[in-house]
């Protein structure tokens, strides 16, 4: 046995880390042992990993995820706190949007919800779009809708179609933490499409719609939640009836704008009173 190595015991008393979590960032490819016995399973470190598992508690206590630990402690040069400022910036926005959720919720409770938002109707045309749909959970929707969008564009491009409009998601359930929805991603297109695999081709009626418009700095999931909360709100206190699930619309700046700028708009299509 070399000198230099030590047990998952004696790492742990150097970093102050379990055995546990040692153990979790070596099965995640973040830690791993140095050499393994074959016959004991006894794992064995390197002195300098102790230096590793060090950055990674530190990264771990400002909650980064076990995979962006990785990019940050295995990238070079000015890159790792690079990683760790952008990150961070993440945080603050999802931060920010959350604290615009709390006085929404706040709001509701003093019987004041709407009125946070400013809200407007729209006639919205007949649109053929195709469409990908599944049940997903927050954890899963903005993978989803990226997936399902990538996979709807390369379809109308196999076929010298394009898009006719901005592509949106409808809503027909619930969407959060526990509730899967399902949601429904489209592309509108006025060419001639055909269904392939998953992919549907469907006639969405013209509609009449309540819209609020949203800037880059509501794209956390929290905000969203809010606003879709407080545009139903605004339709049922003016008695009017639902056609169809809440929808977000994506303008092609969504991912890229700056924090005030118009990225999205989420809506409830209704039918007006009389």
């Excluded at 910036?89 to 949007?97: D, G, K």
């Excluded at 992919?199 to 939640?225: C, G, N, Q, S």
Aim: proline share 6%; net charge neutral.
């Amino acid at each position: 046995m070399h000198e230099d190595l030590i047990t998952i015991g004696e790492l742990s008393t150097r970093t102050r880390l379990s055995p546990k979590a040692l153990r979790l960032y070596g099965d995640r490819g973040l830690l791993a042992p140095t050499r393994v016995d074959p016959h004991t399973g006894i794992r064995r470190y390197g002195l300098a990993q102790a230096e590793r598992a060090r950055r990674i508690a530190l990264l771990r206590a400002v909650g980064m995820p076990l995979a962006r630990i990785a990019a940050v402690l295995d990238a070079d040069g000015d890159e790792p706190p690079r990683l760790l400022d952008a990150y961070w910036r993440e945080q603050e926005s999802a931060h920010t949007a959350r604290r615009e959720a709390v006085g929404y919720a706040r709001a509701v409770l003093t019987g004041r919800g709407s009125t946070m938002y400013r809200i407007a109707e729209r006639e919205v045309p007949e649109q053929k779009v195709l469409c990908l749909r599944r049940r997903v959970t927050a954890a899963g929707l903005v993978g989803f809708i990226g997936e399902a969008g990538e996979s709807l564009l390369a379809h109308l491009e196999s076929t010298d179609a394009c898009l006719s409009g901005p592509i949106f998601a409808v809503f027909h359930g619930h969407v959060d933490e526990d509730s899967d929805g399902p949601v429904e991603v489209c592309a509108p297109t006025l060419n001639t499409v055909e269904p392939v695999g998953r992919i549907a081709v469907r006639i969405h009626p013209a509609h009449r719609e309540a819209y609020t418009e949203l800037t880059a700095a509501k794209r956390d999931f929290a905000a969203m939640a809010a606003v879709h909360d407080a545009v139903g709100a605004w339709v049922a206190e003016r008695g009017y009836e639902r056609c169809g699930g809440n929808r977000e619309v994506y303008y092609p700046n969504f991912m890229t704008a700056g924090p005030n700028d118009h990225v999205s708009d989420v809506t409830v299509p209704f039918r007006p009173r009389g």
